[in-house]
């Protein structure tokens, strides 16, 4: 923010050089870490791949690295279309309900069953867990009103 | 208050077990596919974290089919390109596993 407006031309030049570089560095630093933030990680995916596999069964490195590959475009291409339907229904949140239909849409019916018991677990746990929540800072708030009798004493919740 | 145990296995976040693929890179991932993405609710990830260990499953499984019709026990990427060509819901990566860096193949224009 300047003052004066004596520097308005050095000001306007250093403004817009700033954005340049900071338009370049997003693009710089989005290449440089994009091979690890577009990818799953690959312990994870040969973990998956290993368990779904008989004891003896062995899986190069590569195979790995395409099933890496091939996990992302999935979600890329499932989010893909839950996105469009959330578009066409001027909805700006893409949910639960939304991928689980994508997988339909897209032929991945039977995943839907089982993705869909998942959610309904999910959103049970979530609701149970809001009230332990709810329940415990209640509980907190008594205990600390026994244990400090001086008022001024506020205790972490 | 976190409650482990109950949720552990549900909830992944970034924790290994049995459903372990982490939450926020999903959600990266899904927000690099498109522009039109721009808010995601925080069960979409977990669906996806399921549908994609369905999916590793799955594609393991056909590959897995292949590798042993070479009569041998080791996957290789090949395998996993061919349960891609012969499965027509995999069709979306028929690109991506013909994609070889190959300094002898052409590129596409």
């Not at chain 1, 989010?79 to 959330?86: I, L, P, Q």
């Not at chain 2, 290994?16 to 498109?34: C, D, V």
């Amino acid at each position: 923010m300047s003052a004066s407006n004596n520097n308005n031309n050095d000001d306007n030049a250093f403004e817009s050089s700033k954005a340049v570089f900071s338009i370049s560095m997003a693009e710089s630093s989005s290449s440089s870490t994009s091979e690890q933030e577009r990818l799953l990680p690959i312990a994870n995916v040969g973990r998956i791949m290993k368990q779904i596999l008989p004891p003896n069964a062995k899986i190069s490195k590569e195979a790995k690295e395409t099933m890496q590959e091939c996990v992302s475009e999935f979600i890329g291409f499932v989010t893909g279309e839950a996105s469009e339907k959330c578009r066409k229904e001027r909805r700006k949140t893409v949910n639960g309900d939304d991928v689980c239909w994508a997988m339909t849409a897209l032929g991945f019916d039977d995943y839907a069953p089982p993705l869909k018991r998942y959610l309904e677990r999910y959103r049970e746990i979530e609701v149970d867990r809001a009230n332990q929540n709810r329940a415990a800072n209640t509980g907190e708030n008594d205990d600390n009103n026994l244990l400090f009798d001086k008022p001024q004493r506020d205790s972490a919740g | 208050m976190r409650q482990p145990g109950a949720y552990s296995n549900l909830l992944s976040g970034g924790k290994t077990g049995p459903h372990s693929l982490p939450l926020a890179r999903i959600k990266k991932i899904m927000k690099k596919s498109g522009e039109d993405v721009k808010m995601i609710s925080g069960e979409a990830p977990i669906v996806f974290s399921k549908a994609c260990e369905l999916f590793i499953e799955e594609l393991t499984r056909r590959a897995w089919a292949m590798t042993l019709q070479r009569k041998t026990r080791t996957m290789h990427k090949e395998d996993v390109a061919a349960a891609v060509m012969e499965t027509d819901i995999f069709d979306f990566l028929v690109g991506l596993v013909s994609h070889t860096p190959n300094p002898s193949a052409t590129p596409e224009s």
